[in-house]
T-cell receptor, first 111, second 108 residues
Framework: NAGVTQTPKFRVLKTGQSMTLLCAQD?????MYWYRQDPGMGLRLIHYSVGEGTTAKGEVPDGYNVSRLKKQNFLLGLESAAPSQTSVYFC??????????FGPGTRLTVL | LAKTTQPISMDSYEGQEVNITCSHN???????ITWYQQFPSQGPRFIIQGYKTKVTNEVASLFIPADRKSSTLSLPRVSLSDTAVYYC?????????FGKGTTLSVSS
């Protein structure tokens, strides 16, 4: 099993460009999450999903959209990237309330 | 969502036991207490989870008093490889708040 994978691993965008980050999990987990982590900070929850077709806002949802069309995939979109969105993005999945399994992260730089 | 408070940093030496305490005064009835470990440039990794009393696994122990307003993660005989950031989370699993965590530095 690959666990949680994230695509791409690195990306550089110009201000105003758009992009989609892909998270995939092969553990049949119901819950999936997107976090961002800035230098010296903990993780902050952007959006999450408790099942296929559902999404909910986390702590810092502004400027991001998500979709969960398939149970195994959770997409994070930036419609118009801003320098403040430069960060490391982590995706996670979990079967329910218990442990979350994290992906390796995506380093995004917005110039 | 319950807010947690934990020390910003802690120092220890190899072979010592380390106890990291987390306070969560407004924990809800349905909330679990979960601890994660994060190394630089990696995603967090689950350590242990509990609801009340004591939980132990091959890596750590988690002590939770009866009022559940705090919890203590105990790492027995730490090594250099335990140098990491440790996060205490409280919630029912749907939307957890990580906070800044505790940076543990282990020296030889």
């Amino acid at each position: 099993n690959a666990g949680v994978t994230q695509t791409p691993k690195f990306r550089v965008l110009k201000t105003g460009q758009s992009m989609t980050l892909l998270c995939a999990q092969d553990m049949n987990h119901e819950y999936m999450y997107w976090y961002r982590q800035d230098p010296g900070m903990g993780l902050r929850l952007i959006h999450y999903s408790v099942g296929e077709g559902t999404t909910a806002k986390g702590e810092v949802p502004d400027g991001y959209n998500v979709s969960r069309l398939k149970k195994q995939n959770f997409l994070l979109g930036l419609e118009s990237a801003a320098p403040s969105q430069t960060s490391v993005y982590f995706c996670a999945s979990s079967p329910s309330y218990n442990e979350q399994f994290f992906g390796p992260g995506t380093r995004l730089t917005v110039l | 969502l319950a807010k947690t408070t934990q020390p910003i940093s802690m120092d220890s030496y190899e072979g010592q036991e380390v106890n990291i305490t987390c306070s969560h005064n407004n924990i809800a009835t349905n909330d679990y207490i979960t601890w994660y470990q994060q190394f630089p440039s990696q995603g967090p990794r689950f350590i242990i989870q509990g609801y009340k009393t004591k939980v132990t696994n091959e890596v750590a122990s988690l002590f939770i008093p009866a009022d559940r307003k705090s919890s203590t993660l105990s790492l027995p005989r730490v090594s250099l490889s335990d140098t990491a950031v440790y996060y205490c989370l409280v919630g029912d699993g749907t939307a957890l708040i990580f906070g800044k965590g505790t940076t543990l530095s282990v020296s030889s």
